[in-house]
């Protein structure tokens, strides 16, 4: 497809397990970015990557969180040991370069439910 | 960290009726950004601002760069069903790495 696209849609888990959330950004774009929307907020900006740059982890809540892009296109977000509170709806974004004058362009989201 | 401050938090309006929200910051801000979230989608820019005092139409909406670059306001005019949702401003602030910054959200509600 043409745009960005995340899987799985939603995922329902249990407190302490691990989750693997996936990102495909468009093709072309060298810019990812993680998001995090929790229910009735605005989204929390959780972690950028640029194209061979270190990432930008600077919004990651937690050493719990991580997120790595493989070969420049894929990412994946990982939430160890799950808390009620990492509840939220996880979105994902691409851009062609960089955040400073770029559009980001938004995924439909993972809604992640911690039980 | 940085905030945006989006009122109104929801809005409830008749079908052809003009729609108005805003954000304001205490930081200064290079960019803004207008975004629409549809249920179950991620947000869809609407409008992009770069310079203060900027202001840009696109169809029936309107939205404005505020010249103290500390605040921006949206306008839609003769709404319709489609426009239900939430809408979002977004910002870059001029010092910093430059990440976009989100407000709360403004959930529109049309009655018919």
């Known amino acids: 497809g043409a745009g960005v696209s995340q899987s799985p849609s939603n995922k329902v888990t249990e407190k302490g397990k691990d989750v693997e959330l996936r990102c495909d950004p468009i093709s072309g774009h060298t810019a990812l970015y993680w998001y995090r929307q929790s229910l009735g907020q605005g989204l929390e900006f959780l972690i950028y990557f640029q194209g061979n740059s270190a990432p930008d982890k600077s919004g990651l809540p937690s050493d719990r969180f991580s997120a790595e892009r493989t070969g420049g296109s894929v990412s994946t977000l990982t939430i160890q040991r799950t808390q009620q509170e990492d509840s939220a709806v996880y979105l994902c974004?691409?851009?062609?370069?960089?955040?400073?004058?770029?559009?980001?362009?938004f995924g439909p989201g993972t809604r992640l439910t911690v039980l | 960290g940085q905030q945006l401050n989006q009122s109104p938090q929801s809005m409830f309006i008749q079908e052809g009726e003009d729609v108005s929200m805003n954000c304001t910051s205490s930081s200064i801000f290079n960019t803004w950004l207008w975004y629409k979230q549809d249920p179950g989608e991620g947000p869809v820019l609407l409008i992009a601002?770069?310079?203060?005092?900027e202001l840009t139409s696109n169809g029936r909406l309107t939205a404005q760069f505020g010249i103290t670059r500390k605040d921006s306001f949206l306008n839609i005019s003769a709404s319709i069903p489609s426009d239900v949702g939430i809408y979002f401003c977004?910002?870059?602030?001029?010092?910093?790495?430059?990440?976009?910054?989100f407000g709360q959200g403004t959930r529109l509600t049309i009655n018919p």
């Open positions: 977004a910002g870059r602030i001029i010092q910093g790495a430059q990440k976009l910054v």
């Open positions: 974004a691409s851009s062609l370069s960089g955040p400073t004058t770029d559009t980001q362009y």
């Open positions: 601002l770069y310079k203060a005092g």
